[in-house]
């Protein structure tokens, strides 16, 4: 099992990380609806795994849509959980009942040293393949949002996973550091801008 993950490049960190990264999530999108004293258990429970359900189409999705495009720039990417986003994450959930969100509890960190095939050490990535692989991210949100609208409007579990991908498109094309839109808009501020427009008016649907 550890020979096979490695050999998809990961590790049972990175696994783990994102597990757990994808749990406090979960709880920061479902808390504006919990109600500890009028809810049962059963509903408590079955509503966050519903929130956990959302989130493994949405936040992991867009993680691995960074690592498999760094990856395939022969890149080393891994996921890293950001203790201090998730903390901000869970305090203010709880503290504005969900009313602001912080979707940051870590990110695919890339490691753009390399040699490739002809022997030929490679530093970094091109402007273009750095915002590839930022931009990659947000392009899958907005992908999975409007499939989820187009094709299982009907569902509103759908229409739920459709929201939080917009949200986290959104969120992430802030075009300042670390953000991925930092990178988009450097490399193409027309493209930084399409997606962003897309983004809101996925979120307007709402």
């Known amino acids: 099992m550890k020979q096979k993950l490695k050999q998809l490049g990961f590790t049972f960190k990175e696994i783990k990380d994102i597990l757990l990264s994808s749990v406090i999530l979960a709880f920061v999108f479902f808390y504006p609806g919990l109600s500890v004293f009028s809810m049962s258990l059963t509903n408590i429970l079955v509503g966050f795994i519903l929130y956990f359900l959302i989130i493994i189409f949405a936040f992991i999705p867009h993680e691995l849509a960074h690592k498999f495009s760094a990856m395939h720039y022969k ?56 915002a590839i692989v930022s931009g990659s991210g947000p392009i899958v949100n907005l992908i999975v949002a409007l499939t989820m609208i187009l094709f299982f409007s009907n569902y509103s579990i759908a229409l739920s996973i459709a929201y939080v991908n917009a949200f986290l498109a959104m969120f992430n094309l802030i075009p300042v550091v670390p953000f991925d839109g930092y990178k988009v808009f450097k490399y193409n501020k027309a493209i930084w801008g399409a997606m962003l427009l897309f983004a809101f008016l996925l979120m307007g649907i709402f």
């Open 75 to 130: 890149c080393i990417a891994q996921y890293q959980i950001w203790w201090s986003g998730l903390k901000w994450a869970f305090i203010l959930a709880v503290v504005t009942n969900g009313n602001f969100v912080i979707a940051a509890p870590g990110a695919v960190v890339v490691y753009s040293g390399y040699i490739d095939h002809f022997g030929v050490s490679r530093t970094k990535l091109t402007k273009k393949e750095d």
